[in-house]
T-cell receptor, first 115, second 110 residues
Framework: SAVISQKPSRDICQRGTSLTIQCQVD?????MFWYRQQPGQSLTLIAT?????????ESGFVIDKFPISRPNLTFSTLTVSNMSPEDSSIYLC????????????FGQGTRLTVV | KQEVTQIPAALSVPEGENLVLNCSFT??????LQWFRQDPGKGLTSLLL?????REQTSGRLNASLDKSSGRSTLYIAASQPGDSATYLC?????????FGTGTSLTVIP
């Protein structure tokens, strides 16, 4: 199974600033996924990142607020821009492996608190 | 929009008990279903993956079943331990889309 390293694991940020979250996978993957989990809620997909093309954003999420980079097949970053307290969430990156079916794997998450 | 529901939202049991967590979904045309564990403030750990053609999967003390016709999956945990305390999420895949339940928060009391 894929091993995903996500940094930072947590951060407390001032409103109006930006935070970049890094996600490193131990194998090459075509697609990487970024999710948000607001307090007490389940996971919501932010965007899908393919190497060599622009990320595809889900409804309600825009590139200006959540720019994503995907420079190669093992790495991606998500930036949370111009943060407000409403951005306080756990942010998770995920990859999928197709073996006996398509299985999803997640990083350890980044717990973001905006004050 | 697909809906995935998990009941109960929270569960507290004494150590050693066997327990069942429930997941229901509205559309039976699933691709697969995956159960995850999430510790507080952390990421998700994959526990079991069930393909749409399968009825159950087992890993150690965990057994997950799938009944597509009734739109239900259960996660059975045998001989629960305090280390099992976590939130358990089910996620249903339809094509390329993944839909998550809101989870069941499990506390196993020593």
């Amino acid at each position: 199974s894929a091993v995903i390293s996500q940094k930072p694991s947590r951060d407390i940020c001032q409103r109006g600033t930006s935070l970049t979250i890094q996600c490193q996978v131990d194998s090459q993957v075509t697609m990487m996924f970024w999710y948000r989990q607001q307090p007490g809620q389940s996971l919501t997909l932010i965007a899908t990142a393919n190497q060599g093309s622009e990320a595809t954003y889900e409804s309600g999420f825009v590139i200006d607020k959540f720019p994503i980079s995907r420079p190669n097949l093992t790495f991606s970053t998500l930036t949370v821009s111009n943060m407000s307290p409403e951005d306080s969430s756990i942010y998770l990156c995920s990859v999928e492996e197709t073996g006996q079916g398509t299985e999803a794997f997640f990083g350890q998450g980044t717990r973001l608190t905006v004050v | 929009k697909q809906e995935v529901t998990q009941i109960p939202a929270a569960l507290s049991v004494p150590e050693g008990e066997n327990l069942v967590l429930n997941c229901s979904f509205t559309d039976s045309a699933i691709y697969n279903l995956q159960w995850f564990r999430q510790d507080p403030g952390k990421g998700l750990t994959s526990l079991l993956l069930i393909q749409s053609s399968q009825r159950e999967q087992t890993s150690g003390r965990l057994n997950a079943s799938l009944d597509k016709s009734s739109g239900r999956s259960t996660l059975y945990i045998a001989a629960s331990q305090p280390g099992d305390s976590a939130t358990y999420l089910c996620a249903v895949r339809y094509g390329n889309q993944f839909y998550f339940g809101t989870g069941t928060s499990l506390t196993v009391i020593p």
